[in-house]
């Protein structure tokens, strides 16, 4: 696609409850990384993928965070028995490659509201 | 441990002022640097990628500079204008690192 895509672009749930989110990323682009950003707060890191290698977890701020990625494309990042804390935006972003002069791409982001 | 730092963390200037943000960063050993744009409610869009063997980029009204040495990149923006309003952060790839650390961004205001 022209860039990258976010799903849902807002989500609210109950605490307690599971939720996937979803990004597709640019045709072609290799890198995928996912970020949380909380109000007030800067951009976390939460994990990376690079083609079929074995990603970077090492954002993931509990284990009830999980992420996959199929066939080198498509994301979901799933927030398992959410908690109020766990409320942000997560961003999802490409690059062609992992290293060199790539510019990282966002999507507009998933805004998660836990009650 | 790569921290980066963005100073001020809110600005407020009238239109036509042309004004600098500034990004630091304690590891001198980066990859690139990169300055975005956030307008509220939105992703970040790429404004300007700087590799570490360059000085400086320029697009439009915009140039950004690189001092590895001091661990400083700055964002100039000539004659600033209302549509200019947003956050800006920059995200700095250390070499041996994949992984780009943003700062916590400075947020413009431009008013008429």
């Known amino acids: 696609g022209a860039g990258v895509s976010q799903s849902p672009s807002n989500k609210v749930t109950e605490k307690g409850k599971d939720v996937e989110l979803r990004c597709d990323p640019i045709s072609g682009h290799t890198a995928l990384y996912w970020y949380r950003q909380s109000l007030g707060q800067g951009l976390e890191f939460l994990i990376y993928f690079q083609g079929n290698s074995a990603p970077d977890k090492s954002g993931l701020p509990s284990d009830r965070f999980s992420a996959e990625r199929t066939g080198g494309s498509v994301s979901t990042l799933t927030i398992q028995r959410t908690q109020q804390e766990d409320s942000a935006v997560y961003l999802c972003a490409s690059s062609p490659q992992l290293g060199g002069a790539n510019v990282l791409t966002f999507g507009a982001g998933s805004r998660l509201t836990v009650l | 441990k790569q921290e980066v730092t963005q100073i001020p963390a809110a600005l407020s200037v009238p239109e036509g002022e042309n004004l600098v943000l500034n990004c630091s960063f304690t590891?001198?050993?980066?990859?690139?640097l990169q300055w975005f744009r956030q307008d509220p409610g939105k992703g970040l869009t790429s404004l300007l990628l700087i590799q570490s063997s360059q000085r400086e980029q320029t697009s439009g009204r915009l140039n950004a500079s690189l001092d590895k040495s001091s661990g400083r990149s700055t964002l100039y923006i000539a004659a600033s204008q209302p549509g200019d309003s947003a956050t800006y952060l920059c995200a700095v790839k250390r070499g041996g690192s994949y992984i780009p650390t943003f700062g916590r961004g400075t947020s413009l205001i431009v008013h008429p």
């Open positions: 590891d001198s050993a980066i990859y690139n």
